[in-house]
């Protein structure tokens, strides 16, 4: 198998190429980024490029299979018209030009759900509002359920590992929580290298549609911040939103302030299906990944 691979310096790239490069049925790789390669070997061919100078239908036809990680999750002071088009027309133009692929892979996520407990992959899709990244995801996933019923869409939870988004590992060290009523919220997350692995399984398996990706347990944001931040002061949600904006606006860090309306509801998965049919099983917990010094 010739896999092509959009997003090849990615956070989640990292975890991914070694994956695919000790697979013996993958014989070549081709990674497509902006950025330098982070990643060299034998079977790995790198293309230093912006998507949008790039024929797609071209290099599609050297290869069997497409795994989609080109996105931007946190657009600092890029403009959104940039972020959209990146997301959202570039996403569709190259998936669009994988259709005759025998395999394509578009690593989507569980924002799309915006909240719930214990979600199947039929569940409505609805995203917080103003939330871009999950906006972007859940549209571009809407557009395969019409366009490209044969692809995968993979929806992880939180990623987490040693290469993951910098901004969720200073989220779970950060000196303030968001101070909420109990219950708390309960979230999931799931490792990087599962993730890969999901990757690796889809792209050997004739399935199609969608996949819910987690660790079993949950956790919520209080005690994860607690537990390395003992001394972690709680404040309102309006504070935090106030906060995040004004961070947002002064730097471009912290994320788009959309997200922060979802930090009082739970989103938790159901990821039976990715068992059942790509015999899926993460081997990290939540409390392996999070609650270890």
Not at 8 to 26: E, F, Q, T, Y
Not at 99 to 121: C, D, K, M, Q, T
Not at 272 to 282: I, T
Request: proline share 6%.
């Amino acid at each position: 198998m010739r896999v092509l691979v959009t997003g090849s310096s990615s956070h989640l790239a990292r975890a991914l190429l070694p994956v695919l490069g000790n697979d013996a049925d993958i014989e070549h790789i081709t990674g497509i980024d902006l950025a330098p390669a982070i990643w060299q070997h034998s079977k790995f061919h790198a293309i230093r490029a912006d998507l949008s100078s790039l024929n797609p239908t071209q290099l599609m036809a050297d290869h069997d299979a497409l795994v989609h990680l080109a996105w931007v999750v946190l657009r600092g002071h890029l403009p959104l018209a940039r972020m959209r088009h990146v997301n959202l027309v570039l996403s569709k133009r190259w998936l669009g030009a994988a259709s005759n692929l025998s395999r394509i892979i578009h690593v989507s996520s569980a924002s799309v759900y915006g909240h719930g407990l214990h979600l199947g992959e039929d569940a409505p899709l609805t995203p917080i509002e103003g939330f871009c990244y999950a906006e972007h995801k859940q549209d571009v996933e809407s557009w395969i359920g019409t366009q490209l019923p044969q692809a995968v869409s993979l929806r992880p939870h939180i990623i987490l590992g040693d290469h993951a988004q910098p901004l969720l590992r200073q989220l779970l060290h950060a000196p303030v929580y968001i101070r909420l009523p109990d219950p708390q919220p309960l979230l999931q997350c799931v490792h990087e290298d599962d993730v890969a692995q999901a990757i690796r399984l889809a792209l050997k398996q004739p399935v199609s549609g969608s996949f819910n990706l987690a660790a079993p347990d949950t956790f919520n944001l209080r005690d994860a911040i607690r537990f390395h931040r003992p001394h972690a002061v709680g404040i309102s949600p309006r504070m935090a939103a106030w906060g995040l904006r004004a961070i947002w606006a002064l730097t471009g860090a912290g994320g788009e302030p959309g997200w922060v309306k979802g930090a009082n509801q739970s989103l938790t998965l159901d990821c039976s299906r990715a068992n059942r049919l790509l015999g899926w099983q993460p081997a990290h917990t939540a409390r392996q990944m999070i609650f270890i010094r």
